[in-house]
């Protein structure tokens, strides 16, 4: 299997070069923004909960989220891999994560980083809460607030992944087929069991 993490901040691209690589490896998406505002949609207890918290910019708990993966890796036992977008975001997550994959036999291939900085994040934030009626994409206060987050828990897990030698960062600014061809790059370099 090919399983990668696309990591980075929120307004990074990994919702547009997610699309790229499912079309063309073929992998199975998990985005846990998209599995939580599912669950919202569907007016579940547990949506009704992460509502809460992703109205203010906060990471939901990490059992939440775990749970949710966990489900879904059962659901799809006998894909060619699976894309993890906006997961991992805490180090017990990623713990968590390389222990499910165990359970299976298998394991994380690469993570992949799209680097932008904050003032672009910001710009792009707001551009997308134009249309993207998210309620998290509105104000410039709850993007900070997202970043904030980022920076101070997510962060770590790239020193994670970096000490088992699967770390690789790619630049998030340029044409979208210029950084999807330096993911195609990273890929490449991986080795699938
Ligand atoms: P973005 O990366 O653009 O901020 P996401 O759609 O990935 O957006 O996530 C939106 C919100 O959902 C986050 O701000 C957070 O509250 C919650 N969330 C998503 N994934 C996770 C996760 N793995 N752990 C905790 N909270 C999460």
Do not use: C
Request: no cysteine; aromatic share 6%; net charge negative.
């Amino acid at each position: 299997m090919l399983n990668l993490i696309l990591f980075g901040p929120p307004g990074a691209g990994k919702g547009t070069q997610s699309e790229n690589i499912i079309a063309k490896y073929k992998l199975i998406h998990l985005s846990t923004g998209d599995l939580l505002r599912s669950e919202i949609q569907a007016g579940s207890e547990l949506g009704l909960k992460a509502k809460t918290l992703m109205d203010q910019g906060i990471l939901v708990p990490d059992e939440v989220v775990i749970g949710m993966i966990d489900n879904k890796l059962k659901e799809h036992r006998n894909a060619a891999g699976f894309i993890f977008d906006g997961f991992p975001r805490t180090v017990k997550q990623s713990e968590a994560l390389d222990q499910l994959l165990a359970s299976y036999n298998e394991s994380i291939s690469v993570m992949i980083a799209l680097v932008v900085d904050d003032n672009e994040l910001l710009a792009r934030l707001l551009n997308r809460g134009k249309t993207s009626g998210r309620p998290d994409d509105q104000n410039e206060e709850l993007i900070s607030k997202r970043i904030q987050e980022y920076n101070s828990k997510t962060k770590p897990v790239a020193d994670y992944y970096q000490e088992q030698g699967k770390f690789v960062a790619i630049d998030g600014i340029g044409e979208i087929d210029f950084i999807f061809e330096e993911i195609n790059k990273a890929i490449s370099k991986v080795t699938v069991k």
